[in-house]
């Protein structure tokens, strides 16, 4: 028995860069492909948010002179081009996607809703969430709280470049240490950057467990599917 029947899967759009400096790598996309559809076949239900990093991030085009709401709006464009690079390979390996848009672009993809999803999934269909919330201000971590939490999936998996959450950042802190669980009271504590506070209390007050693993070593999503403690939970 899988620990899941319905997850919320959060990617990076800074892990699709793999080595380069920008853009999108085809083996880390490919990667991945391969570890969403090993995991798809154990009859899981999938949904996955990622975000646009890799291509523009809003807030740090404002301290470029963009104006806030249209470089949020340019994120969100950059979250549609990656979650479209995703659909692509995954379509390539043979597994049925729906990409939805919080934005009408049809024929982009279809605009989203939690019931066109809930019966996309149910259907077979790996449902791929792009352009964030739709409104600016929120994050790409709040747009994947938010559908998380509508999906009525059982947790948020958040795949990173790290193992898991440390007392500091590991890669800069060798002393750092990880937990293997955590509140997320203690996480409010510590003042430790999971996500950001807005996502993190939608998922406690709707009590939606986290758990935050490694993505890039490939294997690693069938193994926190398979209950395998590689990461952290947070509840």
Known sequence: MTK??????????????????F?????RLADYARQIKEVHAMGIQIGIVIGGGNIFRGLSGTSKGFDRVKGDQMGMCATVINSLALSSALEASGVKTKVLTAIRMEPIGEFYSKWKAIEAMESGYICIFSAGTGSPYFTTDTGSSLRGIEIEADVMLKG????????ADPEKDPTATKFDQ???????????????????????????????????????LKRVIDGEPIGTLVH
């Open 182 to 220: 955590i509140t997320f009271d203690e996480i409010y504590a510590r003042n430790l950057k999971v996500m950001d506070l807005t996502a993190t209390t939608m998922c406690k007050e709707n009590h939606l467990p986290i758990y935050v693993f490694n993505m890039d070593i490939v294997g690693n």
């Open 160 to 167: 990173t470049r790290v193992d898991g959450i440390y007392t």
């Open 23 to 27: 853009g999108i790598d085809p083996e």
């Open 4 to 21: 899941y029947k319905r997850i919320l899967l959060k990617l990076s759009g800074e892990s699709l860069m793999g080595n380069q400096s």
